[in-house]
C-alpha cells in the first residue's frame, strides 16, 4: 500500500496520509477507496480499511472519523469516541472537519480527495490532531482552530506543536470563482491566498493558507512540512476534479502511539 509519511512519524505517532493504490475496489474506485458514500461495496470498503490499518500500525475498528461538511467544528475524541464512523458513515462523529485528542491508540481520520489533510502533533503534553481542509475550511481557518482546541484542552504549547500538510490540489490545480477569491482575500490580507495569472479564472492556494493560519496561531514555521503533492493528476491519489466527481477517498491519519 502506497502512503505519504510525515517526518514526525514514528514511535511516539502516527502521521500519514493514504494512496490510492493497495485496495479491492474496482473502476473509478480502484483500488484503495477509503469512504462509505462514494457508492462502493461497503465490504470492500472495510476490507480496504482493514488494509490501511495493517500497512499503518492501527486496528481499522478503532478509527474514528468524521462527517464531513466542509465547515470548521473542532471535535475532542475520548475513548468513549472509539470506532465510530469505523465501519458505516452514519456512525461517525456528525458536522465535524477536525478531530484533536490526547488518548493513546485512538486512530482518527479524514477523507480527502483534493481537499488537503493536516496533521497536528504536540510531543511535549502529548496530543495529536487531524484536520479536513478544502477552501471553505481554509477561509474559515480550521487548523488555526485546530491548534487552538489543543491549547485550550490539552494545554498545548503551539510552538512545540510539529505540523504536515498532507497531498492536495496545489494552486495551479484549484480554480475557483471570483467571489471564492475575494473570500480568501477579505480573510487572509495578502495576495499570496490567491494567483492570477494562472489562467482564465483566479486559483487558490490552500497549502499557503493553512501555513499562514498555522503561523498566526504561534505554531513555527520549522515545524510546518509541506508534502507540496498535487492530487489532480488522480494517478496516486483519488481527486475529485480529476476523476469528475468519480473518486474514491484517501484518507489522512492521525493517532498518538501507546507511551
Known amino acids: 500500500?502506497?502512503?505519504?509519511?510525515?517526518?514526525?512519524?514514528?514511535?511516539?505517532?502516527?502521521?500519514?496520509?493514504?494512496?490510492?493504490?493497495?485496495?479491492?475496489?474496482?473502476?473509478?474506485?480502484?483500488?484503495?477507496?477509503?469512504?462509505?458514500?462514494?457508492?462502493?461495496?461497503?465490504?470492500?470498503?472495510i476490507a480496504n480499511r482493514k488494509v490501511a490499518g495493517d500497512n499503518l500500525g492501527f486496528d481499522f475498528?478503532?478509527?474514528?472519523?468524521?462527517?464531513?461538511?466542509?465547515?470548521?467544528?473542532?471535535?475532542?475524541?475520548s475513548e468513549h469516541d472509539r470506532g465510530r464512523g469505523s465501519?458505516?458513515?452514519?456512525?461517525?462523529?456528525?458536522?465535524?472537519?477536525?478531530?484533536?485528542?490526547?488518548?493513546?491508540?485512538?486512530?482518527?481520520?479524514?477523507?480527502?480527495?483534493?481537499?488537503?489533510?493536516?496533521?497536528?502533533?504536540?510531543?511535549?503534553?502529548?496530543?495529536?490532531?487531524?484536520?479536513?481542509?478544502?477552501w471553505r475550511g481554509a477561509i474559515g481557518r480550521i487548523a488555526q482552530k485546530a491548534v487552538e482546541k489543543m491549547a485550550q484542552e490539552f494545554g498545548s504549547r503551539p510552538r512545540d506543536i510539529q505540523a504536515g500538510i498532507g497531498p492536495c490540489l496545489q494552486p495551479l490545480s484549484l480554480e475557483v470563482s471570483m467571489n471564492e477569491a475575494m473570500q480568501a482575500e477579505g480573510e487572509f490580507h495578502q495576495?499570496?491566498?490567491?494567483?492570477?495569472?494562472?489562467?482564465?479564472?483566479?486559483h487558490l492556494d490552500i497549502p499557503y493558507m493553512v501555513k499562514q493560519q498555522l503561523l498566526d496561531a504561534g505554531v513555527w514555521?520549522?515545524?510546518?512540512?509541506?508534502?507540496?503533492?498535487?492530487?489532480?493528476?488522480a494517478q496516486r491519489f483519488f481527486s475529485h476534479r480529476g476523476q469528475s466527481g468519480r473518486a474514491g477517498r484517501?484518507?489522512?491519519?492521525?493517532?498518538?502511539r501507546a507511551p
Open 1 to 45: 500500500m502506497d502512503s505519504v509519511r510525515f517526518s514526525f512519524d514514528g514511535d511516539q505517532a502516527l502521521a500519514a496520509a493514504t494512496g490510492r493504490g493497495g485496495g479491492v475496489s474496482t473502476g473509478d474506485l480502484a483500488s484503495l477507496n477509503l469512504s462509505f458514500e462514494v457508492g462502493d461495496d461497503p465490504a470492500r470498503v
Open 61 to 77: 475498528r478503532d478509527l474514528v472519523v468524521p462527517r464531513q461538511v466542509h465547515g470548521v467544528r473542532v471535535k475532542v475524541v
Open 87 to 134: 465501519d458505516s458513515s452514519e456512525s461517525g462523529v456528525a458536522a465535524c472537519d477536525a478531530l484533536v485528542t490526547n488518548t493513546p491508540m485512538i486512530p482518527m481520520a479524514v477523507l480527502v480527495a483534493d481537499c488537503a489533510p493536516v496533521v497536528l502533533y504536540d510531543p511535549a503534553q502529548p496530543a495529536i490532531g487531524i484536520v479536513h481542509v478544502g
Open 191 to 202: 495576495q499570496p491566498a490567491v494567483l492570477y495569472d494562472a489562467g482564465d479564472k483566479p
Open 221 to 233: 514555521l520549522k515545524n510546518i512540512e509541506d508534502s507540496r503533492m498535487d492530487t489532480l493528476d
Open 250 to 256: 484517501c484518507m489522512g491519519v492521525a493517532m498518538l
